[in-house]
C-alpha cells in the first residue's frame, strides 16, 4: 500500500517561494507507470492539479502555473518535491501529494482519478 506524506512550512510570505517535499513509502516513486502529483485545493474550490513527475522522470505542468512551477524528486530518499514561486494570497490552499498508476496520461490531470493521497498540508500565504 503506498503512502504520502507532505512536509513543508505551513506560512509562507508574498512574492517568496513556497517548498513542500512529499515522502513516499509502501512503494518506490520509480515504479512503472506511476505519476507522482501535486494537487491542492484553495478555501471554498475545487481541487487543482498542479504537475505531475512520472516513475522515468518526466515532467508535466499544468499550463496556468508553468512559469512558477518546479517538480522534482530525490529517488535515494523516495521524495519529490513541489517549488511555487513569486506566491501571493491566493495561493493559499490546502496542498496534497497524490500518485495513480496508469497508462493513459489524461488521467493524471485529472484530481478524480488518483488512487493515493497524503493527508494535506494547509499553506497560508501571508505577510
Known amino acids: 500500500q503506498v503512502q504520502l506524506q507532505e512536509s513543508g512550512p505551513g506560512l509562507v510570505k508574498p512574492s517568496q517561494t513556497l517548498s513542500l517535499t512529499c515522502t513516499v513509502s509502501g512503494g518506490s516513486i520509480t515504479a512503472a507507470y506511476y505519476y507522482w502529483s501535486w494537487i491542492r485545493q484553495p478555501p471554498g474550490k475545487g481541487l487543482e492539479w498542479m504537475g505531475a513527475?512520472?516513475?522515468?522522470?518526466?515532467?508535466y505542468y499544468s499550463p496556468s502555473l508553468k512559469s512558477r512551477i518546479s517538480i522534482s524528486r530525490d529517488t535515494s530518499k523516495n521524495q519529490f518535491t513541489l517549488q511555487l514561486s513569486s506566491v501571493t494570497p491566493e495561493d493559499t490552499a490546502v496542498y496534497y501529494c497524490?500518485?495513480?498508476?496508469?497508462?493513459?496520461?489524461?488521467?493524471?490531470?485529472?484530481?478524480?482519478?488518483?488512487?493515493?493521497w497524503g493527508q494535506g498540508t494547509q499553506v497560508t500565504v501571508s505577510s
Open positions: 497524490a500518485a495513480v498508476a496508469t497508462t493513459l496520461g489524461a488521467i493524471a490531470t485529472m484530481p478524480s482519478g488518483y488512487d493515493y
Open positions: 513527475i512520472t516513475s522515468s522522470g518526466s515532467i
